[in-house]
């Protein structure tokens, strides 16, 4: 199983991404959002999270191996969580994802199956399963950072950021704090926009603030 994959971005199509790591050529499979994150970033490093599929029909004897990728490894997590969902599947899950993980599972955590409908492929009835499988699961995705660079040394911040918070959600989750209370306290303390090394130093800013 393929789980990352690092190259030179040569080409972004409406649905799928061309990366080089010689001296093969990846074509990855991607949702609207990251195509939208990527398409300006023709020619340099990127490295991706990725999922195997497999498409087509064992009955018709054609089966295509697929590769799908992903910014980071939260998002391929939630995308792994919303293919579960009964009658959703990867075509579909790909075609929902047109914003970003963090504010798809706020939708979800705060029950907004109108908003859930809006999607594109996803109505009133889809909806409504997926919060009733997925929203007690969707605390950590809702605190996801938002990626701003695709480059490989900046996807490393990213992910450095991401685990930091992760850590602390589970710090104050620890000390007593509800998930929903908790989760507001990381982005009141994150909306400053100061960047947090470790969870010490982001747990301390937020009982200061709070004191």
Do not use: W
């Amino acid at each position: 199983m393929i789980v990352t994959i690092a190259g030179t971005l040569v080409r972004v199509s409406e649905t799928a991404v061309t990366i080089e790591a010689a001296p093969f050529e990846y074509e990855v499979l991607v949702a609207d959002y990251t195509r939208r994150m990527l398409q300006n970033s023709i020619g340099q490093k990127t490295r991706l999270h990725t999922l195997d599929y497999i498409e087509g029909n064992a009955q018709g004897g054609r089966m295509t191996p697929r590769l799908i990728g992903f910014m980071t490894e939260p998002e391929r997590q939630f995308f792994d969580l919303f293919c579960s969902v009964d009658g959703v599947g990867v075509k579909k899950a790909l075609r929902a994802m047109v914003r970003p993980v963090k504010e798809l599972a706020v939708l979800i955590e705060e029950q907004d199956a109108k908003g859930l409908s809006a999607l594109p492929g996803v109505g009133p009835a889809t909806s409504e399963r997926v919060i009733a499988k997925l929203r007690r699961k969707m605390p950590r995705f809702a605190l996801m950072v938002e990626r701003q660079a695709v480059t490989s040394d900046n996807a490393s911040k990213g992910t450095a950021a991401s685990a930091v918070i992760s850590e602390t959600f589970d710090a104050l989750i620890t000390l007593g704090h509800s998930e929903a209370d908790a989760r507001k306290l990381i982005d009141e303390t994150m909306a400053g926009g100061k960047k947090f090394k470790d969870t010490e130093s982001l747990l301390t800013a937020i009982y200061q603030r709070s004191a």
